[in-house]
């Protein structure tokens, strides 16, 4: 096991490393769809992942779709990465969906869906959907996870079954972008703590990936649809996170639908921190883990 990071590093790290340049002007959000169109990153995954675990691909609608099996699996699950629409996945999304095959014993699908500038909201909910009706039919009850951007097509996605009557077992959500308008009025409270993310940049790939919906359609940004009958809801935010606000509107709203709804906050952690290797990250990913086991 790599050792864990101090917490307390994290946030100096990201700075050091201009981890939110993507995001914290307009230009540096065009800078990085331009570089992404230009030289677009690997998506396979390591070359080492955990032995008790298959790996396999196929093109389903023109995606590369890996799907990773665990020695029994009791049913799917679909994990949708993060990046900000822009970014490709990473390693740290593949152990998670390796963790989950495993641990949880779940078949993980994992699509590699276009990103911007080639790609939109209502593409990668169509696909999605579509997988998620894949593994049902192959795998059994399957569930939708998702961090980040990829928090925002899961649970886009889950509203747009929900529509067709189905229910998931549960939808997991890391650091989930919910409204593609930054129109919190508690961003600004929260955005001179963040070290990652930032308004402008975001405003800049919101636009993007909206194609032609209005940021508020639910496609874009699920915080605006009606969570009537979506099912169990479960979301992990930091409160040195923009997006965190956002969790808070997401609760509230659970919460009028009666739908089951729980959020895992820490508080002094940034974006996505169950995927950083420190011991508060570690800690909610096996949680994560749990609940979508548990789920099934």
Do not use: C
């Not at 989950?100 to 080639?118: G, Q």
Request: hydrophobic share 40%; net charge neutral; charged share 20%.
């Amino acid at each position: 096991m790599t050792p864990s990071l101090p917490d307390a590093l994290v946030p100096i790290a990201l700075k050091l490393l201009r981890a939110n340049r993507t995001f914290i002007t307009a230009n540096g959000a065009m800078r990085r769809i331009r570089e992404r169109e230009l030289r677009p990153a690997s998506y396979g995954p390591p070359a080492r992942l955990r032995q008790d675990i298959r790996v396999d691909v196929e093109h389903v609608g023109g995606w590369p779709v890996y799907t990773i099996r665990p020695e029994t699996g009791r049913g799917g699950l679909v994990y949708v990465h993060g990046g900000g629409w822009v970014n490709e996945i990473a390693p740290q999304h593949w152990h998670l969906a390796a963790r989950l095959a495993s641990e949880a014993s779940l078949v993980v699908t994992l699509p590699i869906y276009p990103l911007v500038p080639f790609g939109t909201a209502l593409e990668a909910l169509e696909g999605v959907r579509a997988l998620v009706h894949r593994s049902r039919e192959k795998f059994g009850p399957t569930s939708l996870a998702g961090d980040s951007a990829g928090g925002q097509i899961a649970l886009s996605t889950a509203l747009a079954l929900r529509d067709e009557g189905i229910t998931l077992p549960q939808t997991a959500l890391i650091s989930p972008a919910l409204d593609l308008s930054w129109s919190n009025p508690r961003i600004p409270e929260v955005q001179p703590t963040d070290p990652w993310l930032g308004t402008p940049g975001g405003r800049v790939l919101a636009e993007s990936w909206r194609g032609e919906l209005e940021l508020r359609d639910p496609i874009v940004s699920p915080l605006f649809g009606d969570l009537t009958g979506i099912g169990p809801i479960t979301v992990f935010t930091g409160t040195r996170d923009v997006l965190n606000p956002d969790a808070h509107v997401l609760a509230e709203k659970a919460v009028k639908a009666h739908v089951p709804f729980h959020v895992h906050e820490a508080h002094g952690q940034v974006h996505v921190y169950p995927l950083i290797p420190t011991n508060s990250g570690r800690h909610a990913q096996k949680k994560f883990i749990e609940i979508i086991r548990d789920s099934h």
